[in-house]
């Protein structure tokens, strides 16, 4: 009796074994039978949404795309193009989590593969700022305008409807790269009242702005336009250190692209001296480029330390 009910016991924990694995493939069957987002059998959102979920996005990527035209140089800008690079991501990743209306169908997945390749342009815009190849916004802007990424959004977006709008006009028109410059001698920063006198020889391929600064504040700058040379007078007795920096399209107040930012490592001192006959003071000369007889170094200066 005892071998019976042994018998038995395991007979019952066969069956419940075989419910079990029965209770199981039935869960794996109904999982696999049902409606995933995105998947061809989910039901399509109203054409309604559908436009709403694009107005969405539009004024998104406006948003982010406006960031980048409002932040500084350098590597703030870098970061704020890093962050439309994720944002535009992230918005081609959600809209493959919605299923269009079906006349919509074609052109989102255009919309996502041109939101795909816009963000992958974009990381690489961000490569550029951080090179200094593109160092302030206008010339970012001009830059993303451009991009085939932004070319295929502009295709794509015209035939999504009404909302389609929405996202062309969040992107920047196309626009050449802005090449602005001041004329050659141009006093940026007037020196005051002075004897002294500075000469900048410049190298043929970029423009320069050479400025004097003491503790760090900026006293005289002048422009130097590419292959010319520029002079500044007025300028005050005192020592100075000697900053320029150099690149292309002068906004004003920095280049915008190929930006470098250098001092030489010696002090530049200006000095007057009065007699009853005769006034001496100080002219000196400086030279933007390596030269044979020169006795100062130049040295790169990280551009948050440029006297401004």
Not at 64 to 93: F, H, K, M, N, Y
Not at 203 to 222: C, E, I, W, Y
Request: hydrophobic fraction near 40%; glycine fraction near 6%.
């Amino acid at each position: 009796m005892t071998t019976s009910r042994g018998n038995v016991r395991l007979l019952a924990i066969r069956r419940l074994t075989s419910r079990l694995a029965t209770a199981v493939i039935c869960g794996i069957m109904v999982a696999a039978c049902a409606t995933l987002p995105g998947s061809l059998h989910a039901t399509p959102i109203s054409p309604e949404a559908y436009q709403n979920e694009l107005r969405a996005d539009g004024n998104a990527l406006k948003a982010t795309l406006d960031g980048i035209g409002a932040a500084p140089p350098l590597e703030p800008l870098a970061s704020q193009v890093d962050s439309a690079a994720s944002a535009v991501r992230a918005a081609a990743q959600r809209l493959t989590t919605i299923v269009p209306p079906t006349q919509y169908a074609a052109a989102q997945a255009n919309l996502v593969s041109a939101l795909d390749q816009l963000a992958s342009q974009l990381s690489g815009v961000r490569a550029q700022v951080q090179s200094r190849e593109l160092c302030a916004a206008p010339s970012v802007m001009a830059t993303l305008s451009s991009l085939p990424g932004a070319d295929a959004l502009r295709q794509a977006a015209p035939t999504l409807g009404p909302a389609g709008a929405d996202l062309t006009a969040a992107l920047p028109a196309p626009e050449p790269l802005p090449d602005r410059h001041e004329h050659n001698g141009t006093v940026l920063r007037a020196p005051g009242s002075g004897r002294g006198e500075i000469a900048a020889e410049n190298v043929p391929d970029h423009d320069s702005a050479v400025t004097l600064s003491q503790d760090g504040r900026v006293v005289a700058s002048f422009y130097v336009a590419r292959g010319e040379t520029a002079q500044m007078a007025n300028i005050p007795d005192g020592t100075y250190d000697v900053f320029f920096t150099s690149g292309a399209d002068w906004d004003g107040g920095e280049f915008t692209r190929s930006c470098t930012f250098q001092r030489f490592d010696k002090t530049a001192t200006f000095a007057t001296t009065e007699t009853q006959n005769r006034i001496t003071y100080t002219k000196l000369t400086v030279i933007l480029y390596p030269a044979p007889n020169g006795n100062a170094r130049v040295v790169d200066v990280p551009p948050d330390s440029f006297p401004k």
